[in-house]
C-alpha cells in the first residue's frame, strides 16, 4: 500500500512542469500588481466603487441563472452586455478623464503615492475633533455662518480644486478667522482631509431633494447635496439662529448641542467601538472632576 502510494506521488511528481522564472518574469509581475493596485485604489475612491458592487451583485445573479439552466434570463444579459458596457462607459466618464489626465501627468508615482499615504493617514485624531466642535460653537453664538466638509473615504478632490488651498493644522482660531464676515475665505466651504484644513471657499452642489424644508438656506442644501454624492460628513452653523446641523448620508441633522456633535464627529473617526466607549467615558469622567474642582 504504502509502495502504491509513493509510486503514484512520484508519478504526479514527475508530471508537474515548474516554468523557469526569469528577472523580466518578476518585473512583469510587479508591474502588474502595481497597475491592478492603482486602479483598486482609483475604484475606491471614486463612485466607481458602488458601481462594482452593483455588477458584483448582477454577476452573482446570472451565476445562479447559469447554474440553474435559466436560459431566458441569460439571452437577455447576452444581449445587453454591449449596452451595459457603454452604459458603464458614460457612468464613469468624469473618473475616466480625471484618470488619464493623471496619468499625462510627469508626476503620477509620486501622485499616487502621496494621495495613498494621505488618505490613509489615519482618522481624525480627538485633538482634531475638539477644535472643531469648540470652533463651531464658537461661531454660533455670534451667528457666523460657517460650512465645514470632513472627507472620508471618498475623495472631494473635486470640490477642493473649487477653492484656495490652505494645507493647514485644524485649529478653532484658524476656522473662526476663515469663516469671519468680510474675510477673503469666509464664502463657501472648508474641506478638511485627516487633521489638515486642506482648502477653503469650495464650492458645493445644492441637494434636490424636495423634502428638505423651503426654510433652509443656501449653505444647508449644500450641505446635505455633497452628503448625497460623497460619503462625507459636513458641519453647518446658521448665520440666522446660530445652530448647528450635521448632514451626513443624505439626512440634516438640526439643532445639535456640543455632545451631539462630537458623537456624530466621531462617527467618522473609525474607531473601534470599545476605543470610542473609553474615551467617552474619560471624558464624563473628566467633566464631573472639573465640575467638583468648580465647586
Not at 472631494?156 to 473662526?176: C, N
Not at 434636490?208 to 460628513?233: F, P
Request: net charge neutral.
Amino acid at each position: 500500500m504504502i509502495e502504491q502510494l509513493s509510486a503514484f506521488v512520484e508519478e504526479y511528481l514527475s508530471s508537474i512542469h515548474m516554468p523557469t522564472i526569469r528577472i523580466p518574469d518578476i518585473i512583469e509581475i510587479l508591474i502588474i500588481s502595481f497597475v491592478v493596485y492603482q486602479i483598486m485604489a482609483w475604484v475606491r475612491r471614486t463612485k466607481a466603487w458602488a458601481l462594482l458592487k452593483g455588477l458584483i451583485v448582477i454577476l452573482g445573479f446570472l451565476l445562479l441563472a447559469a447554474m440553474f439552466n435559466m436560459t431566458t434570463i441569460l439571452w437577455i444579459a447576452e444581449k445587453c452586455l454591449s449596452i451595459a458596457v457603454i452604459a458603464v462607459v458614460v457612468v464613469l466618464q468624469p473618473e475616466l478623464r480625471k484618470a488619464l489626465e493623471q496619468l499625462g501627468q510627469k508626476n503620477i508615482l509620486s501622485s499616487f503615492i502621496s494621495v495613498d499615504g494621505n488618505r490613509h493617514e489615519g482618522r481624525y485624531s480627538n485633538h482634531t475633533v475638539d477644535e472643531i466642535v469648540k470652533a463651531t460653537f464658537a461661531m454660533g453664538r455670534v451667528r457666523t455662518g460657517a460650512l465645514m466638509v470632513l472627507e472620508r473615504f471618498e475623495s472631494l478632490s473635486e470640490y477642493e480644486k473649487t477653492g484656495i488651498s490652505i494645507d493647514a493644522t485644524v485649529s478653532s482660531q484658524l476656522l473662526i478667522n476663515i469663516f469671519e464676515h468680510n474675510t477673503p475665505l469666509h464664502d463657501g466651504a472648508v474641506i478638511f482631509r485627516g487633521d489638515r484644513i486642506v482648502s477653503a471657499t469650495c464650492y458645493l452642489p445644492l441637494s434636490d431633494n424636495r423634502n428638505l424644508s423651503k426654510a433652509l438656506g443656501t449653505r444647508h442644501r449644500a450641505a446635505v447635496g455633497i452628503s448625497e454624492a460623497t460619503d462625507s460628513m459636513t458641519v453647518i452653523v446658521s448665520e440666522e439662529n446660530g445652530k448647528v446641523s450635521v448632514a451626513f448620508g443624505g439626512e440634516l441633522f438640526s439643532g445639535l448641542n456640543q455632545e451631539g456633535l462630537r458623537e456624530k464627529l466621531e462617527l467618522i473617526q473609525d474607531k473601534p467601538q470599545e476605543e470610542t466607549r473609553k474615551g467617552w467615558r474619560s471624558k464624563v469622567k473628566g467633566d464631573k472632576n472639573e465640575k467638583k474642582a468648580n465647586e
